[in-house]
Every structure is written in C-alpha cells, then in structure tokens.
C-alpha cells in the first residue's frame, strides 16, 4: 500500500479476514468431530464465498493503488513488471508451502491451487490488464474493466461444465472427476471479484489517492488484522485445528460421545 494507508482498506481486509477465521474455525469444529454446524449447508457457502468474494475484492482494490502510486513516483514499466510479478510468485510460493503441508497432513484433500496460490496469480494478471489498459481514458478503462467482470463470470459457467484429468488446468476452475481440496479458488470465476476490485479502486482511489475525505473508516483491531492479514491467514488455521482437534480429544477421553471419526483424517 506504499508509505500512506488507508485505514478503511485494513478495515475492511481487516473484516474480510476476520470472517475466514470464524469460518475456518466453524469447519474445523465438524471436521475433528466435536459437532455438526452444517458445513455444506446453503447459508455456509453464502457465508464462505461472501468472506473470500470481499477479501479478493480489496485484493484489487490494494493492487490498484499500489500500481498507481508507483507510476506516480515515476518507476517505469520495467521496474513495475519486477515488482508485481516477484510478489504474485512470492505469494504463490507461500502457497506450495501450504501445498506440502497438506499433502502431508490431508493427502486426499491437499490444497492445489487455493487462497495464496490465486492471490499470486490474481496480482500477476491483474498487473498484466492494469499495464495494457494504462494508456486509455478513465471511462474507456472502468468500460472494459466491467465488460471483463462479465466475460469472467459467463466464462465461468462453461469451464464449470470441464473436467480434465491433467492437474495443471486446476487454476483455471477445470478439475479431474473426484477432485476434493480444503482451498480452492480458481481464476474462473474468483478473478472476477478481483477486478472488481480494480474498478472501485479506479472509482475510490483515482491515481491512488483518497476521492472522499469522509471515507475514512477507523477501527484499529480490525486494521491491525487487515495490515497482518497474510500472517494472519497463514498460521491461523494450524493453531485453530489444533486447539479444536485438542478439544476433541479431551472430550472424546471424558466420554463426551465422539464417534471416532474424527481422528481418521490423520494419515498416522
């Protein structure tokens, strides 16, 4: 976000980030069988793909005041095509850690191509349509940006339809018959909230400066989890399982009525 922050983009990522851990925390509750709370159910998935639509969102929006304040500073293009596509391999390299974890842990589940992964390329991409449509007349850009949000989401409904038995198509939304992975967000139609992200910046943050005085949103818990959110998102999820897989077991020991099934999940 460069040297200044805008304290309502924490906020908001800040929110964004605190959903998924509520979810995650709400999965990893049935998933070492403490209780049933409906994971799978309707409202659920509104609630998970409402959390991950607003964090990708704000994905584009930071990626858009970040690319315009490096062009105001006057880097070129070669400095920026270094900068952005270091950071989406960085990110996409956080997410093969989670890959090997997983692959690990949960082999018949292990997380392919989820949250870290689409990031990486959701900031590469995003660059890549920020650099080509750099020269156009704002209302010509915010025009194709929306026509592009279209595109991806009527896309998204024939690659639904796909299968392929080759993993390398997973990033795209086409998945072998069976595929199961606890993350997976893949460019089609996930990329859409991203570049929906683009247009509010473009809409919010003209050249990456604040339109509205009055927009400032202040909450410092809430921006303090937005500006950690990639640490946040990272160990999160191994202290939440654990301690509710702990839970469990003590239960389980107390005759708390655990079936069993909770712990065949472990491969050891």
Same mark, same amino acid.
């Given at each position: ?20 851990v ?20 309707l ?5 998970a ?56 842990l949960?082999?018949?589940?292990v ?16 660059y890549?349509?920020l ?19 279209? *595109? ?17 198509f ?46 400032r ?5 809430l921006?303090f ?34 079936t069993?099934? *909770? ?6």
């Amino acid at each position: 976000m460069g040297k200044e922050r805008f304290e309502e983009v924490d906020v908001i990522r800040g929110l964004a980030v605190l959903l998924m851990v509520t979810y995650h925390a709400i999965f990893d509750i049935q998933i070492v069988g403490l209780m049933d709370l409906g994971i799978g159910s309707l409202p659920l998935e509104v609630f998970a793909d409402v959390t991950a639509g607003t964090f990708f969102s704000v994905v584009g929006i930071s990626l858009y005041i970040s690319f315009s304040r490096t062009k105001r500073e006057g880097k070129n293009v070669n400095f920026r095509l270094r900068k952005y596509f270091s950071r989406g391999i960085k990110l996409i390299g956080w997410g093969a850690i989670v890959t090997v974890v997983t692959y690990f842990l949960f082999p018949d589940l292990v997380v392919l191509f989820g949250a870290l992964h689409f990031i990486g390329a959701s900031v590469i991409i995003g660059y890549t349509v920020l650099e080509l449509t750099e020269g156009l007349e704002k209302l010509h850009r915010i025009i194709l940006l929306i026509s592009l949000v279209i *595109a991806v989401f009527l896309v998204s409904g024939e690659v639904r339809n796909l299968q392929s038995n080759n993993p390398f198509f997973l990033w795209l939304g086409i998945i072998p018959s069976g595929f199961q992975s606890l993350d997976y967000y893949p460019v089609f139609p996930w990329f859409g909230f991203v570049v929906s992200g683009l247009i509010l910046g473009e809409t919010i943050y003209p050249l990456g400066t604040r339109r509205w005085a009055n927009s400032r949103i202040k909450n410092s818990p809430l921006e303090f989890l937005g500006r950690h959110a990639l640490v946040v998102y990272f160990f999160h999820q191994p202290v939440i399982y654990l301690s509710t897989f702990l839970l469990a077991y003590l239960s389980d020991l107390e005759g708390g009525g655990l079936t069993g099934q *909770a712990f065949e999940l472990f491969p050891w």
